[in-house]
């Protein structure tokens, strides 16, 4: 009885110190568990994160001013995103440029991919840009600067145009604002050749002339 007596205490004992601990380690291991997935839902890989930040994007963005000269000048596209080396800079899909001038002549401008700095206020039109004036004039160029402050717009290279008289060809073009600040002024320049139409004249025929 002695004997069974000395077990019964020492396993009562032994009991009360390992119960305690034991209780402790599951609920440690509840815990544990129960935080880890909270934990990873919370935690987004630096790379998504950058991926979200690169997409994101502003749809049919427009706005519009004067110029110096007191030409309108409306901008949209399609879509605008923020251009990563560049905080002040936004690359735009499909541009379209309109100036309304004081003298009530109107010159459009259209492009695909393109670039507008909102700090300088220009637009850089890349690959195949058209401009089409009230006037009668339509041009195509691979690439155009425009300054959004001046109205002013310079070709990057050859141009193709058609004109009211003819056909055109030219090395470069700048339109920009006439001295009495009240319409628009189109200079040709580097190369220009002329085939003049008379308006009775079919428009595939006629004669070539080059100018300087």
Do not use: C
Not at 23 to 49: C, D, H, K, Y
Not at 110 to 131: C, E, F, M, P, Y
Not at 170 to 179: M, P
């Amino acid at each position: 009885m002695a004997t069974e007596t000395n077990f019964h205490t020492w396993l009562v004992g032994w009991l009360k110190i390992l119960l305690p601990i034991g209780a402790l380690m599951l609920l440690s291991t509840l815990f544990l568990f129960a935080r880890n997935p909270a934990q990873q839902s919370q935690e987004v890989p630096i790379a998504q994160i950058e991926a979200i930040a690169r997409e994101q994007q502003i749809t049919s963005p427009q706005f519009s001013g004067l110029t110096d000269d007191g030409a309108i000048i409306a901008v949209r596209a399609e879509q605008a995103k923020p251009e990563p080396d560049n905080p002040d800079a936004f690359l735009v899909e499909q541009l379209i440029i309109d100036m309304d001038s004081p003298n009530g002549t109107t010159l459009n401008v259209t492009s695909g991919a393109s670039v507008i700095d909102t700090a300088k206020q220009t637009a850089r039109l890349n690959g195949l840009s058209r401009v089409t004036t009230s006037s009668g004039y339509q041009m195509e160029t691979n690439g155009l600067n425009a300054n959004l402050k001046t109205g002013e717009i310079v070709s990057d290279g050859r141009l193709a145009i058609q004109a009211p008289f003819g056909h055109l060809t030219a090395g470069k073009v700048r339109i920009h604002a006439t001295a009495d600040g009240t319409g628009q002024r189109m200079v040709f320049t580097e190369g220009v050749r002329l085939i003049y139409t008379r308006p009775d004249e079919d428009p595939d025929a006629g004669s070539g002339k080059d100018t300087e």
